[in-house]
Protein backbone atom coordinates (compact mmCIF):
# COMPACT_ATOMS: atom_id res chain seq x y z
CA UNK A 1 0.00 0.00 0.00
CA UNK A 2 0.81 3.41 -0.84
CA UNK A 3 2.10 5.98 2.32
CA UNK A 4 -1.29 8.64 0.77
CA UNK A 5 -3.25 5.50 0.45
CA UNK A 6 -2.33 4.23 4.13
CA UNK A 7 -2.32 7.42 5.72
CA UNK A 8 -6.10 8.34 3.92
CA UNK A 9 -7.11 4.77 5.39
CA UNK A 10 -5.96 5.61 8.76
CA UNK A 11 -7.89 9.35 8.68
CA UNK A 12 -10.74 7.20 7.89
CA UNK A 13 -10.52 4.87 10.79
CA UNK A 14 -10.04 7.26 13.10
CA UNK A 15 -13.02 9.17 12.25
CA UNK A 16 -15.55 5.54 12.72
CA UNK A 17 -13.77 4.81 15.81
CA UNK A 18 -14.37 8.25 17.34
CA UNK A 19 -17.88 8.17 15.87
CA UNK A 20 -18.63 4.95 17.55
CA UNK A 21 -16.77 5.43 20.63
CA UNK A 22 -19.35 9.13 21.44
CA UNK A 23 -22.35 6.93 19.95
CA UNK A 24 -21.47 4.74 22.98
CA UNK A 25 -21.80 7.67 25.92
CA UNK A 26 -25.14 8.36 24.66
CA UNK A 27 -26.30 4.78 25.65
CA UNK A 28 -27.74 4.10 29.65
CA UNK A 29 -25.93 2.09 31.48
CA UNK A 30 -27.92 -0.60 33.85
CA UNK A 31 -24.26 -1.15 35.97
CA UNK A 32 -22.77 2.02 35.42
CA UNK A 33 -19.51 2.26 37.76
CA UNK A 34 -19.01 5.82 37.32
CA UNK A 35 -22.43 7.06 38.60
CA UNK A 36 -22.84 6.39 41.70
CA UNK A 37 -26.02 7.39 43.79
CA UNK A 38 -24.82 7.04 47.61
CA UNK A 39 -22.42 8.82 49.77
CA UNK A 40 -20.72 5.36 49.83
CA UNK A 41 -20.49 5.35 46.54
CA UNK A 42 -19.44 8.34 46.06
CA UNK A 43 -16.04 8.19 48.30
CA UNK A 44 -14.72 5.62 46.01
CA UNK A 45 -15.34 7.24 42.83
CA UNK A 46 -14.21 10.73 44.13
CA UNK A 47 -10.79 8.50 44.81
CA UNK A 48 -11.27 7.36 41.16
CA UNK A 49 -11.57 11.06 39.77
CA UNK A 50 -8.61 11.83 41.90
CA UNK A 51 -6.34 9.55 40.74
CA UNK A 52 -7.37 9.87 36.77
CA UNK A 53 -6.36 13.51 36.80
CA UNK A 54 -2.81 13.00 38.82
CA UNK A 55 -2.13 10.48 35.78
CA UNK A 56 -3.71 13.27 33.52
CA UNK A 57 -1.58 15.46 34.98
CA UNK A 58 1.90 12.98 35.36
CA UNK A 59 1.00 11.83 30.92
CA UNK A 60 0.48 15.86 30.27
CA UNK A 61 4.24 16.64 31.86
CA UNK A 62 6.02 13.51 29.94
CA UNK A 63 4.48 14.46 26.49
CA UNK A 64 5.45 17.99 27.54
CA UNK A 65 8.99 16.93 28.61
CA UNK A 66 9.65 14.59 25.43
CA UNK A 67 8.18 17.00 22.88
CA UNK A 68 10.83 19.57 24.53
CA UNK A 69 13.33 16.81 24.46
CA UNK A 70 12.71 15.92 20.32
CA UNK A 71 12.66 19.14 18.95
CA UNK A 72 15.56 20.92 21.27
CA UNK A 73 17.93 17.87 20.70
CA UNK A 74 16.96 17.11 17.74
CA UNK A 75 19.92 16.08 14.93
CA UNK A 76 21.17 18.95 12.94
CA UNK A 77 23.14 17.97 10.00
CA UNK A 78 27.21 18.16 9.85
CA UNK A 79 26.41 17.73 13.96
CA UNK A 80 29.30 16.02 16.34
CA UNK A 81 28.62 13.13 18.63
CA UNK A 82 27.28 15.50 21.14
CA UNK A 83 28.76 15.31 24.67
CA UNK A 84 27.85 12.09 26.56
CA UNK A 85 26.58 12.22 30.05
CA UNK A 86 25.59 9.64 32.49
CA UNK A 87 23.76 10.32 36.35
CA UNK A 88 22.81 13.44 37.07
CA UNK A 89 22.13 13.78 41.00
CA UNK A 90 19.61 16.63 40.86
CA UNK A 91 17.46 14.48 38.67
CA UNK A 92 18.03 11.10 39.97
CA UNK A 93 16.83 12.87 43.22
CA UNK A 94 13.55 15.12 41.58
CA UNK A 95 12.26 11.62 40.24
CA UNK A 96 12.03 9.67 42.59
CA UNK A 97 10.90 12.32 45.42
CA UNK A 98 7.91 13.71 42.57
CA UNK A 99 6.41 10.12 42.02
CA UNK A 100 6.40 9.19 45.99
CA UNK A 101 5.06 12.36 46.75
CA UNK A 102 2.01 11.43 44.26
CA UNK A 103 2.21 8.18 45.96
CA UNK A 104 1.41 9.85 49.60
CA UNK A 105 -1.40 11.86 47.75
CA UNK A 106 -3.36 9.03 46.33
CA UNK A 107 -2.76 6.69 49.89
CA UNK A 108 -4.22 9.18 52.20
CA UNK A 109 -8.12 9.59 50.67
CA UNK A 110 -7.38 6.35 49.79
CA UNK A 111 -7.19 5.18 53.65
CA UNK A 112 -9.56 7.75 54.85
CA UNK A 113 -12.15 6.22 52.42
CA UNK A 114 -11.10 2.60 53.74
CA UNK A 115 -12.11 4.16 57.05
CA UNK A 116 -15.54 5.57 56.14
CA UNK A 117 -16.65 2.71 54.56
CA UNK A 118 -15.50 0.14 57.39
CA UNK A 119 -17.59 2.30 60.10
CA UNK A 120 -20.00 0.49 62.63
CA UNK A 121 -23.53 0.86 61.13
CA UNK A 122 -25.67 4.22 62.64
CA UNK A 123 -27.84 3.63 65.22
CA UNK A 124 -31.12 4.32 63.52
CA UNK A 125 -29.92 2.82 60.49
CA UNK A 126 -32.43 0.50 58.38
CA UNK A 127 -30.67 -2.99 58.37
CA UNK A 128 -31.37 -5.54 55.75
CA UNK A 129 -29.72 -8.83 56.22
CA UNK A 130 -29.06 -10.35 53.05
CA UNK A 131 -28.20 -13.85 52.34
CA UNK A 132 -26.54 -14.87 48.88
CA UNK A 133 -27.42 -18.69 48.17
CA UNK A 134 -26.67 -20.31 45.23
CA UNK A 135 -27.96 -18.27 43.05
CA UNK A 136 -30.42 -15.96 44.14
CA UNK A 137 -30.47 -13.69 46.82
CA UNK A 138 -32.94 -13.28 50.14
CA UNK A 139 -33.37 -10.34 51.93
CA UNK A 140 -34.62 -9.76 55.13
CA UNK A 141 -35.32 -6.75 56.91
CA UNK A 142 -35.60 -7.64 61.08
CA UNK A 143 -37.23 -4.93 62.20
CA UNK A 144 -40.37 -4.65 60.06
CA UNK A 145 -40.57 -9.13 59.53
CA UNK A 146 -39.75 -8.67 55.89
CA UNK A 147 -38.57 -11.66 53.66
CA UNK A 148 -38.16 -11.17 49.89
CA UNK A 149 -35.86 -12.07 47.29
CA UNK A 150 -33.62 -10.68 44.20
CA UNK A 151 -35.54 -7.51 44.03
CA UNK A 152 -34.81 -5.33 47.01
CA UNK A 153 -36.66 -2.13 47.50
CA UNK A 154 -35.65 0.47 49.76
CA UNK A 155 -36.41 4.12 50.67
CA UNK A 156 -34.16 7.07 49.59
CA UNK A 157 -32.36 9.74 52.23
CA UNK A 158 -32.27 6.97 55.31
CA UNK A 159 -29.32 5.25 56.07
CA UNK A 160 -29.26 1.72 55.49
CA UNK A 161 -27.22 -1.08 56.88
CA UNK A 162 -27.03 -4.08 54.98
CA UNK A 163 -25.61 -7.00 56.38
CA UNK A 164 -24.25 -9.32 54.48
CA UNK A 165 -23.63 -13.39 54.89
CA UNK A 166 -23.91 -16.40 52.82
CA UNK A 167 -25.64 -19.49 52.84
CA UNK A 168 -23.45 -21.45 51.44
CA UNK A 169 -19.95 -20.62 49.19
CA UNK A 170 -18.89 -17.11 48.86
CA UNK A 171 -20.89 -14.70 46.82
CA UNK A 172 -20.09 -10.98 46.29
CA UNK A 173 -22.74 -8.34 46.63
CA UNK A 174 -22.12 -5.63 43.99
CA UNK A 175 -24.80 -2.93 42.54
CA UNK A 176 -22.19 -0.51 40.95
CA UNK A 177 -24.50 2.88 41.30
CA UNK A 178 -24.57 1.99 45.44
CA UNK A 179 -20.89 1.34 45.78
CA UNK A 180 -18.16 -0.61 45.18
CA UNK A 181 -18.21 -4.74 46.12
CA UNK A 182 -18.44 -6.45 49.44
CA UNK A 183 -17.73 -10.14 50.02
CA UNK A 184 -20.43 -11.98 51.10
CA UNK A 185 -18.75 -14.84 53.34
CA UNK A 186 -20.49 -18.05 54.68
CA UNK A 187 -20.62 -17.37 58.98
CA UNK A 188 -17.67 -18.94 60.33
CA UNK A 189 -18.69 -20.95 64.09
CA UNK A 190 -17.27 -18.62 67.10
CA UNK A 191 -16.44 -19.34 70.64
CA UNK A 192 -19.46 -19.09 72.61
CA UNK A 193 -20.01 -15.17 73.07
CA UNK A 194 -18.40 -13.90 70.54
CA UNK A 195 -20.07 -12.17 67.29
CA UNK A 196 -19.66 -14.06 64.16
CA UNK A 197 -17.72 -11.62 61.95
CA UNK A 198 -19.73 -10.09 59.08
CA UNK A 199 -19.33 -7.79 56.28
CA UNK A 200 -21.61 -4.71 56.65
CA UNK A 201 -22.04 -2.34 53.78
CA UNK A 202 -23.53 1.46 55.19
CA UNK A 203 -24.89 3.72 52.52
CA UNK A 204 -27.61 6.47 52.07
CA UNK A 205 -29.42 6.47 48.22
CA UNK A 206 -29.61 9.97 47.13
CA UNK A 207 -32.19 9.42 44.19
CA UNK A 208 -34.60 7.40 43.36
CA UNK A 209 -34.72 4.77 40.82
CA UNK A 210 -34.02 1.05 39.95
CA UNK A 211 -30.27 0.18 40.25
CA UNK A 212 -28.61 -3.35 39.04
CA UNK A 213 -26.19 -5.68 40.60
CA UNK A 214 -24.57 -9.06 39.92
CA UNK A 215 -22.62 -11.18 42.15
CA UNK A 216 -19.00 -10.45 41.72
CA UNK A 217 -16.95 -13.34 43.25
CA UNK A 218 -17.21 -16.64 41.47
CA UNK A 219 -19.65 -19.00 42.95
CA UNK A 220 -20.32 -22.18 40.48
CA UNK A 221 -22.07 -22.14 37.09
CA UNK A 222 -24.92 -19.93 37.61
CA UNK A 223 -22.68 -17.35 39.02
CA UNK A 224 -22.93 -15.10 35.66
CA UNK A 225 -26.82 -15.59 36.37
CA UNK A 226 -27.02 -14.37 40.06
CA UNK A 227 -28.31 -10.95 39.43
CA UNK A 228 -29.94 -8.01 41.95
CA UNK A 229 -32.16 -5.31 41.39
CA UNK A 230 -32.24 -2.34 43.72
CA UNK A 231 -35.59 0.09 43.66
CA UNK A 232 -34.90 2.45 45.50
CA UNK A 233 -38.10 4.75 46.26
CA UNK A 234 -39.20 7.80 48.34
CA UNK A 235 -40.13 6.72 51.89
CA UNK A 236 -44.20 6.65 51.23
CA UNK A 237 -43.56 4.38 48.58
CA UNK A 238 -41.03 2.22 50.65
CA UNK A 239 -43.63 2.33 53.07
CA UNK A 240 -46.75 1.34 51.21
CA UNK A 241 -44.91 -1.37 49.74
CA UNK A 242 -43.60 -2.69 53.18
CA UNK A 243 -47.74 -2.76 54.17
CA UNK A 244 -48.34 -4.29 50.94
CA UNK A 245 -45.87 -7.32 51.89
CA UNK A 246 -47.72 -7.64 54.85
CA UNK A 247 -51.51 -8.01 53.74
CA UNK A 248 -51.85 -11.10 51.10
CA UNK A 249 -52.62 -10.16 47.93
CA UNK A 250 -55.90 -10.49 47.13
CA UNK A 251 -55.68 -13.80 45.08
CA UNK A 252 -53.14 -15.00 47.20
CA UNK A 253 -56.06 -17.30 49.52
CA UNK A 254 -59.17 -19.16 48.32
CA UNK A 255 -62.05 -16.52 48.57
CA UNK A 256 -64.15 -16.86 52.02
CA UNK A 257 -66.97 -19.09 52.24
CA UNK A 258 -70.19 -16.82 51.84
CA UNK A 259 -72.56 -18.81 53.87
CA UNK A 260 -75.42 -18.73 51.43
CA UNK A 261 -75.54 -14.76 51.07
CA UNK A 262 -73.68 -14.68 47.75
CA UNK A 263 -76.81 -15.64 45.61
CA UNK A 264 -78.62 -13.04 47.27
CA UNK A 265 -78.21 -9.63 45.49
CA UNK A 266 -78.19 -6.57 47.83
CA UNK A 267 -79.48 -3.43 45.98
CA UNK A 268 -77.18 -0.58 46.03
CA UNK A 269 -77.06 2.01 48.91
CA UNK A 270 -78.61 -0.84 51.07
CA UNK A 271 -76.16 -1.63 54.74
CA UNK A 272 -73.76 -4.48 53.19
CA UNK A 273 -73.89 -3.33 49.35
CA UNK A 274 -70.32 -2.78 49.91
CA UNK A 275 -68.97 -5.89 51.23
CA UNK A 276 -71.66 -7.55 48.79
CA UNK A 277 -69.68 -6.18 45.98
CA UNK A 278 -66.45 -7.42 47.41
CA UNK A 279 -68.03 -10.83 47.30
CA UNK A 280 -69.02 -10.94 44.28
CA UNK A 281 -65.86 -9.58 43.10
CA UNK A 282 -64.19 -12.43 44.72
CA UNK A 283 -66.45 -15.24 42.86
CA UNK A 284 -65.50 -13.81 39.64
CA UNK A 285 -61.81 -14.69 40.05
CA UNK A 286 -60.45 -16.41 36.91
CA UNK A 287 -60.36 -19.78 37.37
CA UNK A 288 -57.05 -20.54 36.03
CA UNK A 289 -55.86 -18.39 38.75
CA UNK A 290 -58.30 -20.72 41.76
CA UNK A 291 -56.58 -23.67 39.97
CA UNK A 292 -53.14 -22.67 40.29
CA UNK A 293 -53.86 -22.03 43.89
CA UNK A 294 -55.21 -25.41 44.44
CA UNK A 295 -52.16 -26.95 42.66
CA UNK A 296 -50.06 -24.71 44.39
CA UNK A 297 -51.38 -26.06 48.11
CA UNK A 298 -52.78 -29.44 47.07
CA UNK A 299 -51.23 -31.01 44.11
CA UNK A 300 -47.09 -30.50 45.03
CA UNK A 301 -44.53 -29.39 47.07
CA UNK A 302 -43.57 -26.33 46.38
CA UNK A 303 -44.72 -25.20 50.20
CA UNK A 304 -41.53 -27.30 51.08
CA UNK A 305 -39.43 -24.35 49.89
CA UNK A 306 -40.98 -21.44 49.11
CA UNK A 307 -43.15 -18.96 51.84
CA UNK A 308 -46.08 -16.91 50.57
CA UNK A 309 -46.65 -14.54 53.25
CA UNK A 310 -50.61 -14.51 55.02
CA UNK A 311 -51.10 -17.93 53.64
CA UNK A 312 -49.83 -21.76 54.72
CA UNK A 313 -46.84 -21.36 52.55
CA UNK A 314 -44.02 -21.45 55.04
CA UNK A 315 -41.39 -22.95 53.42
CA UNK A 316 -37.79 -20.97 53.67
CA UNK A 317 -35.17 -22.80 51.50
CA UNK A 318 -36.33 -21.27 48.37
CA UNK A 319 -37.00 -17.16 47.62
CA UNK A 320 -40.20 -15.79 49.54
CA UNK A 321 -42.66 -15.58 46.88
CA UNK A 322 -45.33 -13.21 48.78
CA UNK A 323 -46.28 -10.71 45.78
CA UNK A 324 -44.70 -12.40 43.15
CA UNK A 325 -46.83 -10.51 40.17
CA UNK A 326 -45.34 -7.31 41.56
CA UNK A 327 -41.98 -8.27 40.85
CA UNK A 328 -40.52 -7.11 37.36
CA UNK A 329 -38.00 -10.32 37.08
CA UNK A 330 -37.66 -13.71 38.32
CA UNK A 331 -34.46 -15.84 38.51
CA UNK A 332 -32.99 -13.53 39.62
CA UNK A 333 -32.66 -10.78 37.33
CA UNK A 334 -32.49 -13.29 34.14
CA UNK A 335 -36.16 -13.61 32.66
CA UNK A 336 -38.91 -10.34 32.85
CA UNK A 337 -41.69 -11.60 34.71
CA UNK A 338 -44.67 -12.72 32.51
CA UNK A 339 -46.69 -15.83 32.88
CA UNK A 340 -45.17 -17.95 30.10
CA UNK A 341 -41.32 -16.99 31.45
CA UNK A 342 -43.10 -18.32 34.71
CA UNK A 343 -44.11 -20.94 33.62
CA UNK A 344 -40.67 -22.03 31.56
CA UNK A 345 -39.03 -21.56 34.68
CA UNK A 346 -41.45 -24.06 36.52
CA UNK A 347 -41.40 -26.56 33.89
CA UNK A 348 -37.38 -26.26 33.19
CA UNK A 349 -35.49 -24.13 35.30
CA UNK A 350 -32.34 -25.71 34.47
CA UNK A 351 -32.63 -24.18 30.88
CA UNK A 352 -32.53 -21.01 32.52
CA UNK A 353 -30.41 -21.40 34.80
CA UNK A 354 -27.88 -24.15 35.11
CA UNK A 355 -26.99 -25.49 38.63
CA UNK A 356 -30.11 -23.71 39.73
CA UNK A 357 -31.46 -26.25 42.95
CA UNK A 358 -35.23 -25.88 41.98
CA UNK A 359 -36.48 -28.97 40.66
CA UNK A 360 -38.09 -29.26 37.08
CA UNK A 361 -41.02 -31.34 35.72
CA UNK A 362 -38.94 -34.07 34.75
CA UNK A 363 -35.76 -33.83 36.84
CA UNK A 364 -35.30 -33.53 40.92
CA UNK A 365 -32.39 -31.23 42.77
CA UNK A 366 -30.55 -31.65 45.74
CA UNK A 367 -30.77 -29.38 48.42
CA UNK A 368 -28.42 -28.89 50.90
CA UNK A 369 -27.82 -32.56 50.66
CA UNK A 370 -31.75 -33.98 50.22
CA UNK A 371 -32.73 -35.46 46.89
CA UNK A 372 -36.09 -33.69 46.25
CA UNK A 373 -38.23 -35.69 43.39
CA UNK A 374 -39.45 -34.61 39.82
CA UNK A 375 -42.38 -32.01 40.30
CA UNK A 376 -44.42 -34.29 37.48
CA UNK A 377 -46.09 -31.13 36.74
CA UNK A 378 -48.18 -31.35 33.53
CA UNK A 379 -48.03 -28.14 31.15
CA UNK A 380 -52.36 -27.82 33.00
CA UNK A 381 -50.99 -27.32 36.06
CA UNK A 382 -47.58 -25.46 35.34
CA UNK A 383 -49.85 -22.69 33.69
CA UNK A 384 -51.93 -22.57 36.39
CA UNK A 385 -49.27 -21.95 38.73
CA UNK A 386 -48.04 -19.96 36.82
CA UNK A 387 -51.07 -17.87 36.62
CA UNK A 388 -51.42 -17.80 40.65
CA UNK A 389 -48.51 -16.44 40.84
CA UNK A 390 -48.38 -14.21 38.52
CA UNK A 391 -51.97 -13.02 40.20
CA UNK A 392 -49.93 -11.54 43.00
CA UNK A 393 -49.78 -8.23 42.79
CU1 LIG B 1 -22.86 -15.84 43.70
CU2 LIG B 1 -21.18 -15.54 42.09
Known sequence: MKNGKLLRWMKRAGVLLTVAMLSACGEEYLQSTIDPVTDFGEVSHNLYVQVFWWTMIILAVVWALMAYILIRFREKPGQDRPKQIHGHMGLEIAWTIAPAIIV???????????FETQRPPDEDALVVEVTGKRYWWNF???EQGVTTANELHL???RPISLRLESGDVIHSFWVPQLGGKRDVNPVVAVPEGEEPKRNWMHFTIKEEGVFWGQ??????????LMGIRVVAESEEEFQAWLTDWHTPAPTANAPEPVGGQADTERPAGEPGAEA???VNQAVAEDPLVARGREVFFRETTCVLCHAIQGTAAPGIIGPNLTRMGSRSTIAAGMLENTPENLALWIKDPLSVKPGSEMPGAQYGAAIAGVQYPATNLNDE???ALAAYLSSMR
Open 215 to 224: CAEFCGEAHS
Open 381 to 383: QIQ
Open 276 to 278: QTA
Open 140 to 142: HFP
Open 155 to 157: PVG
Open 104 to 114: VAIVIPTIQGV
